[in-house]
């Protein structure tokens, strides 16, 4: 129940393209769900975030989609450009003061120039 | 702003030695901070919660007297790795969420790889 799966491993995008990475999580209490970028030999930075009470959310080439009735959501990168090109991280966390947060596998996405 | 800053970067160290890994939070205060391991194309592995004036808090599996963990100030937390082996070999990275808010947000430092020969 405290999974987050993460898909898929990697993925290969055309410049200019759409990168699609979906995640789904089992949890309920999870109400809180963000993006990671990682490049090589660096810790994550935070791309966009969404709870719950929303469907998507969107900000300047990254749009969050989130399904609750699936426990499914997804991040969209539009124009995808090679400097885009690292590994993404989705992650859930749940309310209650832990904010423990619980890390999908990871996609690593390439964008061909 | 909030900014997380971990340093070393990188270190490497003979067996049997004990290094000491800080993160630091820059711009505003961390009663809590994270720490994780990652291997190499994995996740991030959650090992303690650190908190501010308390003991931290191990995930289970993790060994409490090998990875030292003292966050003495809301500013610093430190991570020491006692012993250390090759096994123990990998990328370390801390986290800090900013005090006195609801927010959820974390901060990641920019990891510490670290290689015992």
């Known amino acids: 129940q405290q999974q987050v799966k993460q898909s898929p491993q990697s993925l290969i995008v055309q410049k200019g393209g759409i990168s699609i990475i979906n995640c789904a999580y089992e949890n309920t209490a999870f109400d809180y769900f963000p993006w990671y970028q990682q490049f090589p030999g660096k810790g994550p930075a935070l791309l966009i975030a969404?709870?719950?009470?929303?469907s998507e959310k969107k900000e300047g080439r990254f749009t969050i989609s989130f399904n609750k009735s699936a426990k499914q959501f997804s991040l969209h990168i539009m124009d995808s450009q090679p400097g885009d090109s690292a590994t993404y991280f989705c992650a859930a966390s749940r309310g209650g003061g832990t904010y423990k947060y619980i890390f999908g596998t990871g996609t690593r996405l390439k964008v061909l120039a | 702003g909030a900014v997380v800053s971990q340093h070393p970067s990188r270190v490497i160290c003979k067996s049997g030695t004990s290094v000491k890994i800080e993160c630091r939070s820059l711009d505003f205060q961390a009663t809590t901070m994270f720490w994780y391991r990652q291997f190499p194309k994995q996740s991030l592995m959650l090992m303690a919660t650190?908190?501010?004036?308390?003991?931290?808090?191990?995930e289970q599996g993790v060994e409490k007297d090998k990875f030292l963990i003292n966050h003495a100030s809301l500013t610093l937390s430190t991570l020491t790795v006692t012993s250390a082996h090759p096994e123990d070999s990998s990328f370390y990275i801390c986290?800090?969420?900013?005090?006195?808010?609801?927010?959820?947000?974390?901060?990641f430092g920019s990891g510490t790889q670290l290689s015992v020969l």
């Open positions: 650190s908190n501010e004036g308390s003991k931290a808090t191990y």
């Open positions: 969404i709870r719950p009470d929303v």
């Open positions: 986290s800090a969420r900013p005090t006195g808010t609801k927010n959820e947000k974390l901060f």
